[in-house]
């Protein structure tokens, strides 16, 4: 199914959505960017493993250990969007990829599209 994208595909509005060479674009973006995820969650492994600093500095220490706890967080909201993504993988396969999970195929507007519209009919309304 991969053989169907091409490097330089985009998907556009003129073909219809979600078909299989859409499905095939979105589902190796994602894979790709699941393997970026791991593959820095890897090296930060390894250079923490290799750090095991001994700081005799009491400031020099406290640094370490703050920066150690900010890569850790990082990586932990970096676990989580795994999960999202394998999810998403899933709906790809289950054909529910790229629509509304609330109001399904239904929903006119993305999120941003959306308050765009709402902020424009703000500012003319005629009150």
Known sequence: MNDIVTADYVPSEDEPFMNERQKSYFRQKLITWKNDILREARETLEILQQENANHPDLADRASSET???????????????????????????EGTYGYCEETGPIATLSIEAQERHERREKVYRDD
Request: glycine share 0%.
């Open 67 to 93: 920066d150690r706890a900010i890569e850790l967080r990082a990586r932990d909201r970096q676990r989580k969007l795994i999960s999202k993504i394998d999810s998403a993988l899933q709906r790809i396969d």
